[in-house]
């Protein structure tokens, strides 16, 4: 199973939305609303952001959100902060019961 | 607030076996779905499989598949994550997730989301 597609890097200024896209096929993020979203700081565990496409888990910014067209998911950070700065990365259920990681993104807040 | 902590770090040689548990405390997780997610050093994240513990159902990666076994024990609300013939390219942080699944028709246990992740075990796989 091969991994989902990322920008390596995306950047913005305080305030700003910023876009990140999770491009992968009909056999994962085309067929199936298992999409999640997780941050990542240096050093620590990743942190679920966004579940089954748009759902965000108690305590988790309404300035994160997520959607997706066809086999392409998205995330999507309102307002940027600095404290977003941080990696990024998309993962879907894949069929054959298995999951797939997109290769990450860094986020830069400048 | 339920918590996984996991064993701690391990220095393996190449072609030996490491195992490493993830202990629930504050709570279960029986109804829930555990997966083992490794990180390479300056690498992204990467599924390596999991059990659905009230089932006893595990479903691994392509990948790994031959080379890790994944158990649970629903008594002490630990899992294990066991992964033989190691290489250096084994070298990464190991964590266990806690998180959700669904049944597929057709398809079996679907896992998703991961809501809680484990403290991490940084295995080192070097001769």
């Known amino acids: 199973q091969s991994a989902l597609t990322q920008p390596a890097s995306v950047s913005g200024s305080p305030g700003q939305s910023i876009t990140i896209s999770c491009t992968g096929t009909?056999?994962?993020?085309?067929?199936?609303?298992?999409v999640s979203w997780y941050q990542q700081h240096p050093g620590k565990a990743p942190k679920l952001m966004i579940y089954?496409?748009?759902k965000r888990p108690s305590g988790v910014s309404s300035r994160f959100s997520g959607s997706k067209s066809g086999n392409t998911a998205s995330l999507t950070i309102s307002g940027l902060q600095a404290d977003d700065e941080a990696d990024y990365y998309c993962c879907s259920y894949a069929r054959s019961t298995t999951l797939v990681f997109g290769g990450g993104t860094k986020l830069t807040v400048l | 607030q339920v918590q996984l902590v996991q064993s701690g770090a391990e220095v393996k040689k190449p072609g030996s076996s490491v195992k490493v548990s993830c202990k629930a405390s504050?709570?279960?997780?029986?109804?829930?779905?555990i997966s083992w997610v490794r990180q390479a050093p300056g690498q992204g994240l990467e599924w390596m499989g999991g059990?659905?513990?009230?089932?006893?159902?595990?479903n691994y990666a392509q990948k790994f598949q031959g080379r890790v076994t994944i158990t649970a024990d629903e008594s002490t609300s630990t899992a294990y994550m066991e992964l033989s013939s190691l290489r250096s390219e084994d070298t990464a942080v190991y964590y266990c997730a806690r998180g959700g699944y669904r049944y597929g028709y057709g398809e079996g246990y679907q896992y998703h989301y991961m809501d809680v992740w484990g403290t991490g075990t940084t295995v080192t796989v070097s001769s």
């Open positions: 009909s056999s994962d993020v085309g067929s199936y609303n298992l």
């Open positions: 059990i659905i513990p009230i089932f006893g159902t595990t």
């Open positions: 504050g709570g279960t997780f029986s109804n829930y779905a």
């Open positions: 089954e496409g748009n």
